[in-house]
């Protein structure tokens, strides 16, 4: 049991640090707005004007009804009281709003804190009910409450004046049916859509969520004491710039991830730079281009980021620029001997593809030399270029 429950424990880190950026994204019309982490309370969210505590209860399956003596609501309160009580919190000065996947009972007081309240209920009507659950529970008089280790909850409510806890109840509002992960990160989508294409959304939300937990790292770390809207558009505004139809987004978990080389010796661009005697860290750097490149290519085919046509379209360029460069060289060699042969091929490699490489790109802003340089080994793999003659197609 305490497996599943360590496991719903960090789903709901998780699912504070995606609706903290859900948050922000939709506070667009707050003055200044930011966002603070386990500061005041689990997502707390405010502007020159107003502060919003968030308290998140997430539940990985489908939670009972939240009901008047639920340890969801009451835990929360205790939090709210013990703030109002320092004077942590202003209570004219705060909305107070209870992020919850669980659903409020139509028969809980609680109802009338939600959207769907039928006002048959008044502020005083709900603050005698939330302490007479409090004396209930003292008297012993409950079963639903004696033991449900709420205790201390209970006295923390009661250490608020009876105005104390009208402005908190009133304050309080109950999010409840709340979105799951995956409606959470559909509309977050929905907020980038009016910038990103269809078929870069998905990219650009994986991005956008990577630069944002490693927001909260540094602001949970107290490196930073509060994540800006102002922040989230300007790295929102980055992404949209490397998506132009001029530019292409490269995945820097494919710069930095790490190679078996061995998986690659046997390939055929290999073979051909051994044959002609290149370096043991040439080659290894060749690996490493080929993997970049091809990896890359293929995200941004499956992406839909790139055109089948346009990578065609740039093989085609390297190969021809390729072939131009390589005439000289075939007619350079003719009739002479193999270990002579076997040196000009090192030069000619060295010169136009180790120490330079050509200046093709597959859009005029994507210039990284991996993907020029990792390319060309592509092309050397399939043997449709050679850094041998030996190696080309008949």
């Known amino acids: 049991m305490s497996q599943f429950s360590a ?29 603070k982490l ?31 003596t639920s340890a969801d609501i009451w835990k929360t309160i205790r939090v709210w009281s013990e703030m109002a009580t320092t004077s942590s919190i202003d209570l004219d000065n705060v909305l107070l709003v209870l992020v919850t996947t669980s659903e409020t009972s139509p028969k809980s007081v609680l109802y009338e804190l939600t959207k769907k309240k039928s006002g048959n209920k008044t502020i005083q009507d709900i603050e005698n009910r939330l302490n007479e659950i409090t004396q209930t529970s003292k008297s012993g008089k409950d079963p639903n409450t004696k033991s449900s280790g709420l205790q201390s909850s209970f006295e923390a409510y009661n250490k608020l004046t009876n105005d104390q806890k009208q402005k908190l109840i009133q304050n309080i509002y109950i999010r409840d049916n709340a979105l799951s992960f995956d409606n959470l990160k559909h509309q977050i989508q929905s907020e980038l859509q009016f910038i990103f294409l269809e078929n870069q959304l998905e990219t650009a939300f994986n991005d956008l969520e990577g630069w944002w937990y490693e927001q909260c790292i540094q602001h949970l770390q107290g490196l930073k004491s509060q994540i800006l809207l102002s922040e989230l558009r300007t790295y929102i505004s980055y992404l949209n710039d490397k998506n132009k139809s001029d530019n292409l987004p490269i995945d820097t978990n494919i710069l930095s991830a790490e190679i078996a080389e061995t ?49 065609i379209d740039y093989d085609f360029r390297l190969k021809d620029d390729w072939q131009g460069k390589f005439a000289f060289l075939q007619d350079d060699i003719e009739n002479v001997a193999d270990d002579i042969v076997k040196e000009k091929c090192k030069q000619f490699y060295k010169n136009y593809y180790g120490e330079s490489h050509p200046q093709i790109f597959i859009r005029p802003r994507v210039m990284e030399v991996f993907l020029v340089k990792g390319s060309y080994q592509m092309l050397a793999d399939k043997q449709d270029i050679a850094w041998h003659p030996n190696y080309l197609k008949p």
């Open 38 to 68: 386990e500061n005041l309370d689990d997502v707390e969210i405010g502007d020159l004007n107003k502060v919003e505590l968030h308290q998140t209860k997430f539940h990985n399956k489908k939670a009972a009804n939240l009901t008047d």
């Open 263 to 311: 998986d690659y010796s046997a390939m055929c661009f290999v073979r051909q730079l051994q044959e002609i005697g290149v370096g043991n860290r040439t080659i290894t750097r060749a690996k490493l281009d080929y993997y970049r490149a091809s990896e890359q290519r293929s995200k941004w085919i499956r992406e839909q980021l790139l055109n089948p046509q346009e990578e």
């Open 7 to 35: 496991q719903e424990s960090s789903l709901g880190y998780h699912y504070q640090v995606r609706y903290a950026l859900y948050l922000l994204l939709k506070a667009k019309d707050k003055d200044d707005p930011f966002v």
